[in-house]
T-cell receptor, first 113, second 113 residues
Framework: KAGVTQTPRYLIKTRGQQVTLSCSPI?????VSWYQQTPGQGLQFLFE???????NKGNFPGRFSGRQFSNSRSEMNVSTLELGDSALYLC????????????FGSGTQLSVL | KQEVTQIPAALSVPEGENLVLNCSFT??????LQWFRQDPGKGLTSLLL?????REQTSGRLNASLDKSSGRSTLYIAASQPGDSATYLC????????????FGPGTSLSVIP
């Protein structure tokens, strides 16, 4: 069974640009969540989707948005990039929510210059 | 507001030693607690998931316990090996923070051959 797939693996952007990251969950998983990891702040929750609906959202500005498609694949978008958005963005999937083990992808390393 | 801490921040042990990693959380209203390991620049690998109604979970050389009333969990690693070197993170799914998953800062473990 294939794991969680995140694309692209690495991304370099300049300030002011926007970026879209993609996450394909494990087959059969309906929940996808996104996290930002930085050396200073650690792992922080961005948002979680289940069956195309956003269940909750972390404490991030409106420049960070996401969506989930009917096949459970998810995308997150960051508009008007800032230097501080440089981070490893991780996606996790699970079969359901609340009681389920999370399975993570390898992440997308975003560098904003 | 749920907060998760991990002690120690870093640990170095000789190969073969048994060791304990600690995780503390401030609010006992959780659905579950999960332990992960992360290798440098990579995603997270799930190790053990403990539901709020459980006291411990075991997998191979790993044993995780949960004391919800005191807000503590421990990860016990028996007979440590150099391949166990990684950062270990705990995360709780909080009932009082809109079901968000909140991570601790991690413990960086080095097992010396």
């Amino acid at each position: 069974k294939a794991g969680v797939t995140q694309t692209p693996r690495y991304l370099i952007k300049t300030r002011g640009q926007q970026v879209t990251l993609s996450c394909s969950p494990i087959s059969g998983h309906r929940s996808v969540s996104w996290y930002q990891q930085t050396p200073g702040q650690g792992l922080q929750f961005l948002f979680e989707y289940f069956s195309e609906t956003q269940r909750n959202k972390g404490n991030f500005p409106g420049r960070f948005s996401g969506r989930q498609f009917s096949n459970s694949r998810s995308e997150m978008n960051v508009s008007t990039l800032e230097l501080g958005d440089s981070a490893l963005y991780l996606c996790a999937s699970s079969f359901g929510v609340r009681d389920e083990k999370l399975f993570f992808g390898s992440g997308t390393q975003l560098s904003v210059l | 507001k749920q907060e998760v801490t991990q002690i120690p921040a870093a640990l170095s042990v000789p190969e073969g030693e048994n060791l304990v990693l600690n995780c503390s959380f401030t609010d006992s209203a959780i659905y579950n607690l999960q332990w992960f390991r992360q290798d440098p620049g990579k995603g997270l690998t799930s190790l053990l998931l403990i539901q709020s109604s459980q006291r411990e979970q075991t997998s191979g050389r790993l044993n995780a316990s949960l004391d919800k009333s005191s807000g503590r969990s421990t990860l016990y690693i028996a007979a440590s090996q150099p391949g166990d070197s990684a950062t270990y993170l705990c995360a709780v799914r909080s009932k009082t923070s809109y079901d968000k998953v909140i991570f601790g800062p991690g413990t960086s473990l080095s097992v010396i051959p």
